[in-house]
């Protein structure tokens, strides 16, 4: 325990909370591409979104010139239920690993939902509130998301809607009761309640259902429904600003002791909770005030990065989304069925996309055998299961503490550690039995993701 | 929110938190009554002890008289990994409930355990490590002591051998697997591995297992195995000396923010929660320093204060551990399928039932339908989905709150939240549906427990 000063876990004071969310777009040279129309290829304005996606909330979407938004007192209140979130000195696993680097994480799933989604939950469900909405829909996978908006919708008093793949709603029965406890209906997708439900069914007959298809139903439903809007956990950049709470407060933690770190490193899916940890610091790299290299770890069976194409795509495998530019597999690429359902999206955040493509940040894509390894190691000596998602981050943290150890460096490594492993503990189960193997896409199955790419003339 | 001042969550400094644990007993006029050998009926001595508990634990069982025992550098910094555990001012709910009362809940919940129970493992896993022995085993019901003990080993490298009841070793394949995670062995009990598992399989083929017999597999074969001993999670003297860290814990915050409960409420199973809980404030009591009053919360289908007798007993089903007086429904008592498991011990603590009888402690009973309202009304303006056994402390907080309400009294509340609900939403489900009931046994049923109560002449 070389720095003896520095506590296991640094809390803020309350107030010394955020009180602004930090919009990275603003200070970008190259800004991320517009969102576009997928029938008229035209930029997306916020009257064509205003349908689905709540005012404020397609105002911050779109805004890429505003660097801070003040983060309204109703927010604060509900963020001082389970923020501030710790920034962890990793100690025992430094110790465990004989590293000079020192190891600290920021943990986001000391809350009920389990991960950092609340964040940006109850941010949305606060602005469709204020709009006089009567409720908001979603869709959700494995179901972390949709748990953390029926936590908000319930404190707001709120409706919530969720449409929950149907293979996860039975197979996940425990995610469903937390969300039934915190007042949402939750519905197997695909379902009889929507037009694009029945169609399915009467083509596929007994389907499991599909995040894409969830999608569609809670977007039909949100502009069908009056006072109603949908509402989504990720890959936005009203998201990415949202979580960008993550990364201000593991700066303002950091800086109160006179730490900064040398190598930030998180999980990316969709790609907000890393675009949250990482917005403060890459904002400083960008404008020549500090330098930090940046890890976004992915998965080896959907590698949106390392293997994908910087390219306009759909963000939904419905293709009725809008245009996105990001690095992607393709909207019909469909990802082997690893255990980290929250990284199997087939592109990226945009933000995070044009960041990438200028050479501000670095990509891994890890299989996830050694990511369970990680996360038992890891949840040996730190105390915390960490969820598999979160546990793509340990590994490479990991790695990086080991090079350490081999040069003598003393590093310090930051990382995101954005939540829990309770419910996925059958995943856990087949990595003990033995059970659990790596998948990588062949060259083959890459190319026909690509085929789904729309052309762009 | 009355008092602006008091954040939502108060975190001691790391250099805040208590390096002592407080033995209340020494304090105590009357002494609770030692420990009988259930032979010879005679005081237990720490000779007789020491083939099944560490020798040091066996000194803290039997001593009444040492106020503190500082807590070990290495049990500190196991404790800095989840602790300082948060003293959480319940705005949400005083706004809910539009209640002049000031309510704290003390929040155990926040580790990987998911309750108060890591308190002790890692004590009792140290003193055994200290001792040169090579492991430890345990039963567990539903799994959170096992859980909390297999995180402690993993910790301290010593090996951890789980006896779980082979209904939940079934029925919750989750938490058995979050204990191989951490490197536990978790054997469904009754199983072939021990003498008494032969004799039950043999004498009930098909049988799904029992609190009492996995406690006779754990004890065989911690007595039998060379460098092996037996541990407890609750019950015992020397895990309530262990829980008083959040006693003390919780009454420094209040202090640092010169508040001080009127009322301070806990749910009781085998006791050692609410014990630790109240110890410090009762110690002030017992002197005269301070008035409080104290709220024992226990199950209306398992009423050991409320309806049970002050007597000698056996604390095991399978009546091979030493006799405790304490107030109890008899050793064959069996209740009622609740779904708190941990509530479901025939007897209580020895310390609190001396406290009991005294009449310095009250008791209510509540039952469980109630009990999972509340949990449900707390869970969607606090955020935090409670465990079913702290939801009895919810419930009868609630009360009292509503109580003020009423008279416009402002008094301060103060809770224990033990722990988080996590693997026990098949019993939110039930409730969800309608389907849950309550059970309050019989008189007649009463009438048998006690029958089984030793003959003491």
Redesign the interface.
Known sequence: MANKEI???I?L??SEMPKYWYNLRADMINKPAPLLDPKTRKPMTAEDLAPVFCDELVKQELDDTTAYYEIPQEILDFY???RPAPLVRAY?LEKKLQTPAKIYYKYEG???S?SHKLNSAIAQAYYAKKQGLKGVTTETGAGQWGTALA?AC??LDLECKVYMVKVSYEQK??RR??M????ASVTPSPSMETEVGKKILAEHPGTTGSLGCAISEAVEVATKTPGYRYVLGSVLNQVMLHQSVIGLEAKAAMDKYGVKPDIIIGCAGGGSNLGGLIAPFMGEKIKGNADYRFIAVEPATCPSFTRGKYAYDYCDTGMVCPLSKMYTLGSGFIPAGTHSGGLRYHGMNSTLSQLYDDGLMEAVSVPQTEVFAAA?EF???????PAPESSHAIKVAIDEALKCKETGEEKTILFGLTG?G??D??A??KF?DGKMVDYIPTEEELQKGFSYLPKMD
Chains 1, 2 share one sequence.
């Open positions: 506590p296991y876990k809390y004071e309350e001082k239920m389970y025992c000391g809350n009920t389990g936590m319930a404190y029965p425990f009761e937390v039934r406890t915190y007042g038992e949840a040996r000596v730190e105390g915390i299961l829990t309770y419910f503990m059958m856990y189960e003990h």
